[in-house]
């Protein structure tokens, strides 16, 4: 992708392009490719006047000339043999007629205008004369829009799909996820980063489409770049709310994560598109508008959503102070951008630090909590959808941990962990988790290879520390699922590993 700036090639000639989608022509219909420059305009009345046509001429068909198919038809022939620009006619007129057979076999563009055929000429006009001052109106345009807009991703990508139109604008995240506008394809017209109030990279606004003329990737990159501020300000007020809001943090998380783990994450729209400020057409006619949903919002927070990324946990010692209003802060000062939410009677969250950098960051966390609390991290997940089971590891160790401490689920090894949990304590509870297994297993087998295989990690493992065939394995396990248990789910599986420690 290459990024395009400054005004290179602003006093070009426009072409035909350029003027239907994003100039004096904007909502005609156009038939043809539109590459040719238009440099005069000439209102043609007669067929007989194509004779004192110059090349790169846009013909403005009026009066006889425009008088049905037919003669739009001669007309389009005779601007193929002068080179003309393109031939523009009015709908009242006749439109088209077999006109779009003839654009694409001739390489002749035609528009079809519905006003007054005479003041789509003197726009023209203005435009081919001084192509530096149309562009810079359309710029003036847009950022007029983009103003009226406000601080939403899906009205910004909105007006600027609508305004540029025949370009696909898209707003990335950092690493290239979709969030909001059209998606793409090929390679990019103009590229444009955009930083977040704090200077950290927010996201990639990204324009798809045809050159259509020298200065229109230039013009595109400006444009784009007028979007850089309101975007930045959407972050911004979501940001806002959130460090306000610990509820609104542990909705948004527990989303994230749910989406994270089902089939095509983050790839569908978030939602009906939303539509532009008023006066301004449609927000980008048909426009994946997803920048205002779950994942976009996490962006705009800041917060990690690809990997590798580590989930933490942090346990007040005290049960009377949860730790409201002071954990959530210390833990955003200590790791830096990320969800703090509320889980059980643990803080939690992820980052995108690796294991060992995170519990050191931890540690200095903990020490600067006015009340005791320990920590755990989880083993480093490749992505969101493995988030849930590095929490739970988090969980885990932060309960085994003494108040002062992190300990890291990776190092505790389940045998180390589990052992160090009160057994006696959670005997009762294990029994009601276990109690549908207990009441078919009359001789143990069910319980002792449901444990093998959570120990070990698989059955192949477990056959082998059982003594027995890896076949029988699986027939016992296909047995515990048929009492109601599945051990491929990270949360029961962690409930069933702790429930089988404690009772054997």
């Not at 460090?243 to 527990?254: I, Y």
Request: net charge neutral.
């Amino acid at each position: 992708m290459t990024e395009l700036r400054g005004r290179a090639g602003w006093a070009t000639p426009v072409t035909v392009a350029e003027l239907v989608n994003g100039g004096p022509l904007a909502g005609a219909r156009m038939y043809g490719t539109g590459e040719n420059p238009v440099r005069q305009v000439r209102i043609v009345d007669d067929l007989a006047v194509f004779g004192s046509v110059v090349p790169h001429t846009a013909v403005v068909l009026i009066g006889a000339a425009a008088g049905g198919g037919w003669a739009v038809e001669m007309a389009m022939r005779r601007a193929w043999e002068q080179a003309a620009a393109c031939v523009i006619a009015s709908s009242a007129g006749g439109g088209a007629g077999s006109g779009e057979v003839l654009a694409e076999r001739l390489g002749v563009t035609l528009i079809v205008v519905d006003e007054d055929p005479l003041v789509t000429a003197v726009r023209v006009a203005s435009a081919a004369a001084r192509p530096e001052a149309a562009r810079t109106q359309l710029v003036a345009r847009c950022a007029t829009r983009l103003a009226e807009a406000g601080s939403s991703a899906r009205r910004v990508l909105g007006v600027l799909n609508a305004e540029l139109s025949g370009t696909a604008v898209a707003f990335l995240d950092p690493y290239g996820s979709h969030l909001a506008g059209r998606r793409g394809q090929g390679h990019s017209l103009a590229e444009v980063e955009v930083p977040d109030a704090e200077g950290r990279p927010l996201g990639v606004l990204v324009a798809y489409g045809s050159f259509r003329s020298p200065g229109w990737p230039s013009v595109v990159s400006a444009v784009l770049a007028l979007a850089a501020a309101p975007l930045a300000a959407w972050a911004a007020t979501g940001r806002l709310a959130a460090e306000r809001d610990t509820a609104l943090q542990s909705a948004l998380a527990a989303r994230l994560l749910a989406q994270a783990t089902r089939p095509r994450a983050f790839t569908e729209p978030a939602g009906a598109p939303e539509a532009a400020p008023a006066g301004g057409g449609p927000a980008g006619a048909g426009a994946e508008e997803e920048g205002d949903g779950v994942l976009g919002r996490a962006v705009a927070l800041g917060w990690p959503v690809a990997g590798p990324l580590t989930g933490y946990a942090v346990r007040p010692f005290d049960d009377g102070w949860d730790g409201a209003g002071v954990i959530g802060p210390v833990i955003a000062a200590s790791l830096g951008p990320g969800p703090v939410l509320r889980r059980g009677g643990n803080w939690a969250g992820w980052s995108g630090l690796p294991p060992d950098r995170l519990a050191g960051r931890l540690a200095e966390c903990l020490r600067a909590l006015p009340a005791p609390c320990s920590a755990g991290v989880g083993a480093q997940a490749a992505d969101l959808s493995g988030m849930e089971e590095s929490l739970l590891g988090a969980e885990a160790a932060a309960l085994v941990s003494p108040a002062g401490v992190v300990a890291r689920a990776d190092r505790l090894g389940p045998a180390r962990l589990l052992a160090t949990l009160p057994a006696g304590v959670l005997r009762a509870q294990a029994r009601v988790i276990l109690g549908p297994l207990l009441a078919v297993d009359r001789e143990g087998t069910l319980l002792e290879t449901l444990a093998a295989v959570l120990d070990e990690g698989g059955a192949s493992r477990a056959a082998d520390r059982l003594g027995v065939h890896r076949n029988t394995v699986t027939t016992r396990l296909d047995r515990i699922r048929a009492a109601g248990f599945d051990v491929d789910d990270p949360a029961t599986r962690l409930a069933l590993h702790l429930a089988c420690h404690v009772l054997r």
